[in-house]
């Protein structure tokens, strides 16, 4: 038998229809894989292999009686800042202890309405806060990408490390993820995965621990762009716990999958066209460019000119949500607590060693620009800042249909490498950062593989809820780039 | 603006965290050099903007005022540090 573990969502799923293997079979493939190969990744923080049995085997009595959901039997990993009943959830923090969720997040529970079999949390950084999976309370996640001719250890990017890990290594078919400022495009373009952030508002927030409630939006990571269009179909919908959710019906987005992308005007900003480029990502560039130019695509110059100011206020806005949000752990009702004598003591021991140092820096700073004399010069500025971003994509969109953009300014770098300049590790997020501000789609695929080897991607932004064009011009684009690489050691 | 142990030590105590005074002055010199970054949005010329609030322009849904869920005591302190029949249990507040 082919190794189960290898095998696409999509493809899966066909062989879970077609009976030639069951969802316990499946299910016990990744099971096995997971328990050999995990020690050395560090991508799960917490595997549930006797729930994702039982789950196994009630799903293949769903297909023997027929009423099988779309993603019935497919294990998948979910990152561990979805909250699931009954199975611990931390947010890579060791503040939130041991907490057992009494509830299941929106965007899960449509995954396992639809029969996905949950096989474990997936390792991230500290609330979500960090480009590496250092910050993560667990130790950082190792990718499986190795840089062609050395050991050295490389990071799989973050937060979402330990789900574009798992997703690239073969530990689940696909995997949860979410997006503030990057966080699941960023790791998907370091690991060769697919990974999209869907309009604001597509999927509820509910149940997800909250990093910058704005900006914090759930996406899939896959292997491919229709697995992507698969997860996100389950993800996405209106949920009346959490009052930013669009009410809207969502598609089918797989129906886009295929769909000719002929005539579809793109655009190209100048603005991303940053100092220091590496020449091979400026290459892959435009390599996707003369692809969607062969799909018959038009091809169109467009100026986003507040580019450079996204990260800075995305530097003020996501830490003065954050210390808001973050005001909840307190030690009181849920989670580690400090020791003291008096409240106020309790409060700040508990903070002080719940909290790890970067997470304390970002509340420090949230705190700072939100405090008496400052919010004016620095929130309401960058708020204003954010709606000149804003409006330099509605420009850009009534000219152009979607935006392509490399992914990150470089590819996956090495554990240990950037953890000692904050600045330096934000400037990841540099293109990806952009649509946060913005609440516009964004998608990452695998393009190719730099000298070394290693992967890297390229970005899809479109407009809001035209998800439907980004898979199909990543669907295009997939087929264009013919990304075959896979992580070596893991092979 | 920068920022000075002084400050550090105030915004600290606002954000309920302890920091050991030995951490003020590191903290301060880290924090100035990611605001001095940031400084950079005074070039943005925001004359007549409106701050973006949300990132999605809707009004916010309206719901009937009833009560929806409720009755489970348990649960709620289930992941409680401290908890006594039925309360949570938190240090002395009032001397």
């Not at chain 1, 549930?48 to 049995?53: G, H, K, V």
């Not at chain 1, 993560?136 to 050395?150: K, L, N």
């Not at chain 1, 869907?198 to 621990?209: E, K």
């Not at chain 1, 000119?305 to 206020?313: G, V």
């Amino acid at each position: 038998m082919t190794d189960l573990t290898r095998l696409t969502l999509g493809a899966a799923l066909d062989g879970l229809a077609n009976k030639d293997f069951s969802s316990v079979e499946l299910t016990s493939a990744f099971i096995a894989r997971i328990e050999a190969v995990n020690p050395q990744l560090n991508a799960y923080v917490l595997t549930t292999p006797e729930r994702a049995l039982e789950a196994a085997r009630a799903s293949d009595a769903r297909r023997a009686a027929g009423t099988a959901g779309p993603l019935d039997g497919a294990p998948i990993g979910v990152k561990d800042l979805f909250c699931t009943e009954g199975v611990r959830t931390t947010a890579g923090s060791k503040i939130l202890g041991n907490f057992v969720p009494p509830y299941e997040s929106t965007v899960t529970s449509h995954l396992w309405r639809d029969g996905a079999v949950m096989l474990g949390k997936l390792n991230m950084d500290e609330f979500a806060m960090g480009s590496s999976n250092e910050t993560s309370a667990f130790g950082p996640v190792v990718s499986p990408w190795r840089a062609r001719g050395s050991n050295r250890s490389l990071t799989p990017g973050g937060s979402s490390g330990g789900s574009a890990a798992a997703v690239s290594a073969d530990l689940c078919l696909a995997a949860t993820a979410s997006d503030t400022g990057g966080s699941i495009r960023q790791p998907a373009s370091f690991t060769g995965t697919v990974g999209i952030k869907p309009t604001y508002g597509l999927c509820s927030r509910f149940g997800m621990v909250a990093f910058a409630s704005s900006l914090d939006q759930a996406g899939p990571i896959t292997r491919t762009v229709a697995d992507a269009a698969r997860m996100l179909t389950s993800m996405a919908g209106h949920d009346p716990k959490d009052s930013t959710s669009l009410d809207l019906p969502v598609p089918d987005f797989s129906q886009f999958i295929g769909k000719s992308v002929k005539g579809l005007r793109i655009g190209v900003p100048e603005e991303y066209r940053i100092d220091g480029m590496p020449e091979e990502i400026a290459r892959l560039w435009d390599e996707g460019v003369a692809w969607l130019r062969a799909a018959g695509c038009e091809i169109k110059s467009v100026r986003l000119p507040h580019t450079k100011y996204a990260l800075p206020a995305y530097y003020i806005i996501a830490p003065a949500e954050a210390s808001s949000n973050l005001a909840r752990y307190d030690g009181m009702r849920f989670g580690y607590r400090g020791e003291g004598t008096a409240l106020t003591d309790v409060y700040e021991t508990t903070r002080a060693e719940g909290f790890g140092p970067e997470v304390k820096r970002r509340i420090l700073i949230g705190t700072y620009v939100l405090s008496a004399g400052y919010y004016d010069a620095y929130y309401l500025k960058a708020l204003k800042v954010r709606a000149r971003i804003a409006e330099d994509f509605a420009k850009a969109f009534e000219e152009v249909d979607a935006i392509l953009t490399p992914t990150t300014p470089s590819a996956a770098f090495p554990l240990g490498e950037k953890q000692d300049d904050p600045v330096a590790m934000y400037l990841n997020d540099v293109f990806t950062v952009t649509t946060n501000l913005a609440g516009l789609p964004g998608l990452s695929l695998p393009a190719g593989v730099d000298s070394q080897g290693l992967p890297l991607g390229l970005q899809l932004i479109g407009r809001a809820l035209d998800e439907g064009s980004l898979f199909a011009l990543a669907a295009t684009m997939e087929q264009a780039a013919g990304f075959t690489a896979r992580p070596e050691p893991w092979g | 603006m920068a920022i000075d142990v002084a400050t550090v030590r105030k915004v600290a105590k606002l954000a309920r965290i302890a920091e050991p005074e030995d951490r003020l002055a590191p903290l301060a010199q880290e924090l100035n050099g990611i605001m001095a970054w940031i400084e950079q949005l005074a070039e943005v010329d925001t004359t007549g903007v409106e701050p973006m609030t949300s990132a999605v322009a809707q009004t916010l849904p309206m719901r009937d005022d009833v009560v929806t869920d409720g009755g489970n005591a348990a649960r709620v302190l289930g992941n409680a540090p401290r908890a006594d029949q039925g309360f949570f249990v938190v240090p002395k507040v009032v001397e």
